[in-house]
């Protein structure tokens, strides 16, 4: 609940995130919500003024209510792009790549697999041991040593705190460190 992050580290980053949705969710509606309705059969499809001048089309009505279900799809959308697991550059032009194999894998401190990215681009999955018929498979989101997001982003992004084994609940009731600064940290 968002209250329970009132005054922590967390709170501004987290309403910070809800405003870049809800901008998101007012230009995503404009731009493609006539689409939408016309997709639906809700609206008519805008034609030229002069048939043969397809730039004369009028401009698409200003849509002022939210459509239905976008609100709910750009949710998802942030919280995928957030939250999701990519693969390492392997090229300058490429960038980061979402990877929705490893999204599927819960997280642990000792993964049972590895990955990375092989020089034609593909991400290459492997096993760290032999593992049994039944058993889950395991990731590791990202390396202590090199994880340098602080643990507080970590838990707005990701929603727990890694190698934490608190109840986060209790680590904000008890305004633990992790989520509020130090009067030596500020």
Known sequence: EMEDLKDSLCWR????LRTEVRVAKK?????????VLVARGEMEEQTPMIPFLGWTTPPPPKITEPI??????????????????????F??????????????LNHDNEPT????????????????????????????YKEEEDMNMPYHRFFSRFGFVPGVEEE??????DKSSIFFAKKKEV
């Open 168 to 173: 986060t609940k209790a680590l904000l009731e």
């Open 68 to 89: 239905s279900g976008l609100g709910k799809a750009l949710n998802g959308a942030f919280v995928i792009l957030l939250t999701r697991a990519f693969d390492e550059i």
């Open 91 to 104: 090229d300058e032009e490429d960038g980061e790549r979402l990877v929705p194999l490893l999204d599927m």
């Open 27 to 35: 230009i995503i509606n404009a731009v493609i919500g006539p689409s």
């Open 13 to 16: 980053e987290s309403n910070d």
């Open 113 to 140: 697999v590895t990955y990375k990215t092989n020089l034609e681009g593909a991400v290459e999955v492997k096993a760290r041991h032999d593992i049994k018929k039944g058993d889950e498979i395991y990731n590791r």
